[in-house]
């Protein structure tokens, strides 16, 4: 198994563009997760998905977007990047929210917008 | 609302000592899941231990154990036997199954000096 996956692994963007970042997982998880880790803090939720089909937003949601059209995938759209958007943007998934299964975390897209 | 506090920003310990990371955690809830993980360099998340709250002993895997003060809500990590391969950030996290996300502290840096 590959695991999570995140395509790619660096981007600069400038102010303004569109960007989708891409998250695949091969494990037949039901849940997937976007997180972004910002210098020196701890990871913050922007959007989760329970299943195909069904997204909601987590705690920093604003200025982002995302689909759940396939189990496997869960990519998260930019629309309009912003300088605050700069930082490193970590995929998950897990069999069950429940709370005694792992999160399995994918390598990170390291994002720069200037 | 819950949250996660990692007082100790970086950490430093010789190769084959013990180093021990503090976590502090706010919560109402009396069932809850609480976990370590390590994202060394290669900005992966890997877990490396995880504690269930109804549990009374403390958790423990190979090296690594935690010191589980429920009341104190309190929950350290112990890494004996430290390794250069143990540096890394370490992320206090916490979750429930009222909740569908990690809850992620700030982070400590750790330094494992030959």
């Known amino acids: 198994n590959a695991g999570v996956t995140q395509t790619p692994k660096f981007r600069i963007l400038k102010i303004g563009q569109s960007m989708t970042l891409q998250c695949t997982q091969d494990m037949n998880h039901n849940y997937m997760y976007w997180y972004r880790q910002d210098p020196g803090m701890g990871l913050k939720l922007i959007y989760y998905?329970?299943?195909?089909?069904?997204?909601d937003k987590g705690e920093v949601p604003n200025g982002y977007n995302v689909s759940r059209s396939t189990t496997e995938d869960f990519p998260l759209r930019l629309e309009l990047a912003a300088p605050s958007q700069t930082s490193v943007y970590f995929c998950?998934?897990?069999?069950?929210?429940?709370?005694?299964?792992?999160?399995?975390f994918g390598p990170g897209t390291r994002l720069t917008v200037t | 609302a819950q949250t996660v506090t990692q007082s100790q920003p970086e950490m430093s310990v010789q190769e084959a000592e013990t180093v021990t990371l503090s976590c502090t955690y706010d919560t109402s809830e009396s069932d809850y899941y609480l976990f370590w993980y390590k994202q060394p360099p290669s900005r992966q998340m890997i877990l490396v231990i995880r504690q269930e709250a109804y549990k009374q002993q403390n958790a423990t895997e190979n090296r690594f154990s935690v010191n589980f003060q429920k009341a104190a809500k309190s929950f350290s990590l112990k890494i004996s036997d430290s390794q250069l391969g143990d540096a890394a950030m370490y992320f206090c996290?916490?979750?429930?199954?009222?909740?569908?996300?990690?809850?992620f502290g700030t982070g400590t840096r750790l330094q494992v000096f030959p």
């Open positions: 996290a916490y979750t429930s199954d009222n909740t569908d996300k990690l809850i």
């Open positions: 998905s329970v299943g195909a089909g069904i997204t």
């Open positions: 998950a998934s897990s069999y069950s929210a429940q709370a005694n299964y792992e999160q399995y």
